[in-house]
């Protein structure tokens, strides 16, 4: 039997940091060995500065793409954190004594590429049957929960070991509930094997300190209570196998208790980290019943500053409730779900969706990690942190999601250019992180489209974005290096146009020049090759935003201007040949129409002639698509390039009886498209569509309905009132009564109509 001090934890267990110190006090062991990777080591200074505020997470990534990651969390109550400040504080040497996170990284991505190999490989039933049915055997937690009288195991481990009343009780306990998860638990083949590759090097690791002349009895092991039982035969001797490697790097970074929490899929979280937080202060405090008063205070708090009503009174009634329920569930200490119970209960008086907000932040909480200025960051981490705080952006670093309106124009009342241009540097940075991927803001499109100077942002802090961060320095060294890398790669690997143009706005967006030449290069040699007409209108949209915002950006777009100028040219020669199409590519191509339609409007130095013409051959044309021609003519009324006599003339060629049904109502489709008011306002267009309506058979009606009824479909209320009350005035009754008629009966006979319509065949 082994004399080595082993001490069997959970990785979140606030009694089990609480009573692993007492347990190294007591033992005063000359090393402390913790489960943790190898090469973290180099770590242990920055993890200890007073600066550091748990939460906090070492971040390992392979240097290479595709980019393979592992993260080691930590809390204030991680026994793991509180054995390496035990150590700091009482100048006792530690180790860590896991795989190093190179093998980690390269069992992860032979994992990876073994399942991706069994996707490819669907014949291979045999293997994939067999994880399936691994898959469907329940697991030794929920074998746990089933037999716990509480039906849970987290509340299980709760009552039964964070609860302990003193380090004896825990330690003993601990280590035999994780033997016999360990007696009962299934593993596939490759967890299993990569179990005994790690206890092989654990046991390496406590050997070799042995050795190194430090008694067994010196020596105290900072493990999962898994892998106590594994461990204890270290003394055994045994060949260390070699171990796969993938090159990598590892930082700190900031972590987040949500991100620690259960519901983040976080494995080995647990389901409350701020709870556990609580549960850890009272065993600080000496105070066993401290988690429950705050807990329920907290509640109460949280319900108040949402707007609710919670009184003293009923955090005293939960209190008593929560002890009484602990009771009759075989315990003397209110657990969490005991107290949730209670919360419900007095201050939610029923209902959990009244405490549901409060509940969250009580139990999860919006904790994020601080880490001190000089801590050992990629070079593109400690950029982001500058440009955070040069950008006075500090304070939108919140898991809760914050909005940040930026007005780009110069503020004239600054005292200095760097503050006269803040906003303006604040949407360089946000729109170079929203090109690499960082999801630490997401840009809000203006609901005004001719405010090219304001821009909303969402802004919200996440793990996942300092992940996103660190996996970027592969691109750059600084954020800017690394967005016009990332552009520089768009640009090269793109065949389309557009993509090329969306990457010439994003290059303005982000401020980066040289990203912008090289772009606009590109384009100029795409431009020759033939391409369709939606993607000349894709491209030159894109093109003309970066125009329209390239004075508030301080931006040259001379270069620009010429290839947007080629582009409307081509889009505008090859027009009307494109509308010679079904209804189903109609759709894109009349999207495509609206953003050249835009494009010539807010670009003056493009020529109109051009586009007019274009648009008036596509509306007197009866070849090409009638929903397209209807566009066209929307356009021009709406341009003034259409009086009232020739629409009157074009509605009456159109919806005349000896042009089929589907065409003509086609083509009054289109011309809904654009400018709905002023259509409205045109008592002579509804007077010809009810003279064309009229004229018809009751099989044609019955065709002409069915486009109609889509050209309407996206009316608003407002709008189909407008039109009923010109009917009215056009049949001689009261507009407002008819209106309410035609509204009530549509609501009536929408489905009976549509029913019997259902046997016709329109021949479309």
């Known amino acids: 039997m082994s004399s080595v001090n082993f001490f069997g934890i959970r990785h979140l267990s606030p009694a089990g940091a609480f009573y692993l110190r007492e347990f190294l006090t007591e033992k005063r062991p000359e090393l402390v060995i913790i489960e943790a990777p190898a090469d973290f080591e180099d770590t242990s200074d920055d993890i200890v500065r007073p600066e550091t505020k748990p939460p906090f997470a070492i971040l390992a990534y392979t240097k290479s793409v595709p980019v393979r990651t592992i993260l080691y969390p930590f809390a204030e109550y991680s026994p793991e954190y509180q054995a390496i400040l035990w150590c700091h504080e009482n100048n006792v040497p530690f180790r860590f004594m896991d795989l190093p996170s190179e093998t980690f990284l390269a069992l992860a991505d032979e994992k990876i590429r073994k399942a991706e190999q069994l996707d490819e490989n669907g014949d291979d039933t045999d293997e994939i049957g067999e994880i399936e049915q691994i898959e469907r055997k329940p697991d030794v937690y929920e074998l746990l929960a089933k037999k716990s009288a509480d039906g849970s195991h987290e509340t299980f481990w709760e009552r039964t070991l964070e609860q302990c009343a003193d380090f004896s009780a825990y330690h003993e306990g601990s280590n035999l509930f994780g033997a016999k998860i360990r007696e009962f638990s299934e593993k596939d083949e490759f967890d299993e094997k990569e179990t005994k590759l790690r206890e092989i090097y654990m046991r390496s690791v406590i050997r070799n300190a042995v050795n190194g002349g430090i008694s067994p009895e ?227 499109p203006s609901k005004q489209e001719n405010a090219t100077w304001s821009e909303s942002w969402a802004i919200r802090w996440t793990p996942e974005a300092e992940i996103a961060l660190v996996e970027s320095a592969l691109k750059g060294d600084t954020v800017e290096l690394a967005a016009a890398f990332q552009l520089k790669e768009t640009v090269e690997h793109s065949t389309e146009m557009s993509v090329i143009a969306g990457a010439i706005e994003d290059a303005f967006c982000c401020g980066i020049s040289a990203a912008a030449g090289y772009a606009v290069d590109a384009l100029q040699a795409a431009a020759v090759d033939a391409v369709s007409f939606e993607e000349l209108c894709k491209t030159a949209s894109r093109l003309a935003n970066v125009i329209s915002y390239g004075d508030i950006r301080r931006a040259d777009c001379s270069a620009v201007k010429p290839i947007l100028k080629q582009l409307y040219y081509r889009a505008c020669l090859i027009f009307t040949g494109a509308c010679v199409c079904d209804d189903a590519a109609s759709k894109n191509i009349a999207e495509a129409v609206n953003m050249l339609n835009f494009v010539e409007l807010s670009q003056d130095f493009l020529e109109t002639e051009k586009w007019l013409s274009a648009l008036k051959e596509a509306a007197a044309r009866d070849d090409i698509n009638t929903r397209l021609s209807g566009l066209a003519a929307a356009i021009l009324l709406e341009r003034n390039q259409m009086t009232n006599e020739e629409l009157k003339t074009e509605v009456s060629r159109r919806l005349s009886k000896g042009v089929p049904a589907d065409l003509g109502a086609g083509w009054f489709e289109g011309l809904t498209l654009k400018n709905r008011y002023g259509l409205i306002a045109r008592l002579s267009l509804w007077e010809s569509l009810d003279e064309y309506l009229e004229s018809l058979d009751d099989e044609e009606f019955k065709r002409a309905l069915v486009f109609l009824r889509r050209a309407f479909a996206d009316f608003s209320a407002g709008e189909k009132d407008s039109i009923a009350e010109n009917l009215g005035e056009i049949w001689g009754l009261n507009g407002e009564e008819v209106s309410e008629i035609l509204n009530a009966k549509l609501d009536e006979t929408s489905q009976e109509t549509i029913d019997a319509l259902a046997d016709i065949d329109f021949d479309i």
């Open 218 to 444: 010196k020596i105290a092991v900072v493990t999962g209570a898994y892998h106590v039982e594994g461990l204890k035969t270290w003394d055994v001797q045994e060949e260390l196998p070699e171990l796969p490697m993938l090159t990598s790097l590892h930082t700190l970074m900031p972590y987040s208790y949500y991100r620690l929490s259960t519901r983040s899929g976080y494995g080995a979280g647990n389901k409350a980290p701020a709870y556990y937080e609580l549960i850890w202060e009272g065993l600080i405090r000496g105070d066993r019943l401290y988690t429950a008063n705050a807990y329920l205070s907290k509640i109460a708090e949280k319900v108040r500053e949402n707007g609710g009503a919670a009184s003293s009174a009923q955090v005293i009634e939960g209190v008593r409730l929560a002890g009484s329920l602990a009771k009759m569930r075989g315990g003397n200490i209110p657990t969490l779900r005991d107290l949730r119970d209670a919360a419900e209960t007095c201050i939610g008086e029923g209902s959990f969706a009244s405490i549901s907000v409060a509940s969250a932040d009580t139990e999860i909480g919006t904790k994020i990690g601080e880490l001190p200025e000089g801590v050992s960051r990629t070079s593109i981490q400690d950029d982001f942190y500058r440009l955070l705080k040069e950008l006075k952006l500090e304070k939108y670093r919140s898991v809760t999601a914050q909005d940040l309106k930026l007005d780009l124009r110069e503020n004239i009342r600054a005292s200095s250019e760097k503050s006269a241009f803040l906003d303006l540097d604040r949407s360089f940075f946000l729109h170079k992180l929203r090109v690499l991927g960082i999801n630490f803001a997401e840009y809000v």
